[in-house]
């Protein structure tokens, strides 16, 4: 009887024992480095239209439009492009007292880089400005989520703007008012046109 209590007090300390050990884990962090990221699409807008031979008006004014999704805040850049005969791409936007301007070229019978320069000059003459048409931008509109509205910068010919983490919309106007000091009979009948191009980055 005495050596079963012993045993039964043995194997008693034996589980006490088995269970007071020290606590032994370790850890390990999962970490993923997210970047800013922006998607820019193109949406549907009012692209297409026709120039009044006798006046050079537009037949209703243009609207560009982008979608702007974004994880975080973000810098962008409105710009565009007329393609000259022998230079390629030209800045499209100018200003011109407190208006901004975009150039439309000949699509087949480019502008020469002399014409683009007339126009952007303030003093432009029709003669001096062949194949190249320009149009003031009435404005760059922003809906949805966006921190500073769009400004434009002469020296970098572009607009730029800043939008918060989520969607924004962007809408450009150009107004179907010529510039008189740009069209004349000089211009070539055909297709005119010029680039309008959001990125963010400035190069």
Same mark, same amino acid.
């Given at each position: ?10 194997? @008693?300390?034996?589980?006490?024992? /088995? ?25 549907? !807008? ?9 006046? !050079?008006?537009? /037949?209703?004014?243009?609207? /560009?439009?982008? $979608? ?28 011109? !007292? ?10 087949? @019978? ?37 921190? $500073? ?19 924004? @919309? ?10 008189? /000091? ?22």
């Amino acid at each position: 009887m005495k050596k079963n209590k012993i045993l039964t007090a043995m194997l @008693v300390f034996a589980a006490i024992g /088995s269970c007071a050990h020290a606590e032994n884990f370790a850890k390990q962090t999962l970490q993923a480095t997210l970047p800013a990221y922006v998607d820019i699409q193109a949406q549907e !807008g009012v692209l297409k239209e026709n120039i009044d031979p006798a006046t !050079g008006q537009l /037949s209703n004014a243009f609207n /560009s439009v982008f $979608k702007i999704r974004s994880n975080d805040n973000l810098d962008l850049y409105l710009r565009a492009e007329t393609i000259a005969d022998t230079k390629g791409a030209v800045d499209g936007f100018f200003q011109k !007292g407190d208006t901004v301007y975009v150039i439309l070229g000949h699509t087949t @019978v480019k502008p020469n880089e002399a014409a683009i320069a007339d126009i952007k000059s303030g003093n432009a003459t029709p003669e001096n400005n062949q194949n190249a048409i320009a149009y003031p931008v009435t404005g760059v509109q922003l809906s949805g989520k966006y921190t $500073k509205e769009p400004v434009f910068v002469q020296d970098k010919a572009r607009y730029e703007f800043s939008v918060e983490q989520g969607e924004t @919309v962007a809408t450009t106007t150009i107004s179907p008012n010529v510039d008189q /000091s740009t069209y004349s009979y000089r211009d070539k009948a055909g297709n005119y046109e010029a680039y309008i191009i959001l990125t963010d980055t400035t190069t």
